[in-house]
């Protein structure tokens, strides 16, 4: 089985009998080497004690006293996050506790650090819990959950492609800072392929999960195609690697992992229920539009258009559901913006499934 996201730090985390994730000192390491902590030339003294004091453990406690000794401003902001984080994540005593602390179901969770830390041990529990997976569709579709993705239609198709990536690449053809000054330039900027993840390229993705080069891949989230043939038969065309069908396998392993129960879930082209009882939103839009949907309000053709996909769940054991709809499918909807952006909320399901009280 070949490795893939390094970066997640997941080779510098603990497994407990659960399969949950413990945080290390190593772990913790990985934050203070990344950019928005890792010394710079301008790192005043006081910084770079602190900093030198925090890589060699990590753990340590950090009075006011030395935050506030801190001459930029930034770099004071960078740290306290850091810090409650750090102090958050060691008190919950794995990634999923204090995960699932932040989005309690009750609805009384604060979220009190950046997105980007979110996101981090998001990744890092997707790298756990697909770590036998040897599908590359599975690895492109998890990115979905903890990295923004531009949707684009290009001949019927709908791709789904990493924002910072196709963002970089618009600015600067790739080449970082030297792109950017050939395009001030006005000079010709080298372009760089973009490839829609197929199966004979899905080799060169496992090889590029790591940087940039993986996140230029382009997930086909184009749904299956029905032909009406006449005399009330229908033809299903069926994409065989559909990237819509491995974020449903994703979305379910999640679920089981953090929630323990077991669901399947599978795209569907619209919520033909008269007994329509339930739904999650995976993002802030698609949340917006299933509530007016189900209550039969007119929603206008431009905002039904941004719907990229709906998905039907079943819990396996509706005894696990709450008594009121236990047996009847929950609907998801996923959404991007208006400008094309998708932002998928993976805690949406966690805290929004309709699971009895005493799961909470």
């Not at 204090?98 to 009190?112: A, E, K, M």
């Not at 041990?121 to 590359?136: C, E, F, K, P």
């Not at 949340?287 to 258009?305: C, F, M, S």
């Not at 929950?330 to 949406?348: C, E, H, I, S, T």
Request: include cysteine.
């Amino acid at each position: 089985m070949q490795d893939f996201w390094p970066s997640s730090g997941f080779k510098q985390l603990r497994r407990t009998p659960r399969g949950w994730l413990q945080p290390t000192d190593d772990y913790l390491r990985l934050f203070l080497a990344r950019p928005e902590l890792a010394l710079v030339p301008e790192s005043c003294d006081a910084e770079r004690v602190l900093h030198a004091a925090l890589v060699a453990s990590p753990s340590k406690s950090v009075a006011p006293g030395e935050l506030q000794a801190l001459q930029d401003a930034d770099a004071r902001d960078n740290y306290a996050h850091f810090l409650r984080f750090r102090d958050g994540l060691l008190a919950a005593g794995t990634l999923e506790a204090y995960y699932l602390g932040l989005f309690p179901r009750d609805g009384t969770g604060r979220v009190d650090i950046p997105p980007l830390f979110i996101d981090l041990i998001v990744q890092a529990m997707l790298r756990n819990l697909l770590d036998d997976s040897a599908d590359a569709y599975e690895l492109r579709a998890a990115e979905m959950l903890f990295r923004a993705q531009r949707i684009s239609t290009e001949g019927g198709r709908v791709l789904s492609g990493d924002l910072a990536v196709l963002d970089m690449l618009h600015e600067t053809g790739g080449v970082g800072d030297f792109g950017r000054f050939l395009a001030e330039a006005g000079a010709p900027v080298p372009a760089i392929e973009l490839r829609v993840l197929a199966d004979d390229n899905a080799a060169a993705y496992w090889q590029e999960t790591e940087g940039a080069g993986g996140h230029r891949f382009l997930l086909d989230l184009t749904h299956e195609i029905n032909n009406e043939l006449g005399h009330g038969l229908v033809l299903t065309v069926v994409r065989a690697r559909s990237g819509l069908k491995a974020l449903a396998v994703v979305l379910q392993k999640w679920i089981a992992h953090l929630l323990g129960v077991a669901v399947t879930i599978r795209p569907v082209q619209k919520v033909d229920d008269e007994a329509w009882r339930w739904h999650v939103g995976l993002d802030a839009g698609a949340t917006a539009l299933l509530n007016d949907l189900y209550e039969g309000r007119e929603v206008e053709p431009a905002r039904l258009q941004r719907l990229v996909s709906l998905f039907r769940l079943e819990f396996a054991d509706p005894r696990e559901m709450r008594a009121d709809v236990a047996g009847k499918p929950v609907y998801l909807g996923l959404m991007m913006d208006a400008g094309g952006v998708l932002r998928l909320k993976p805690q949406n399901l966690l805290v929004n499934l309709p699971l009895p009280a005493a799961a909470s």
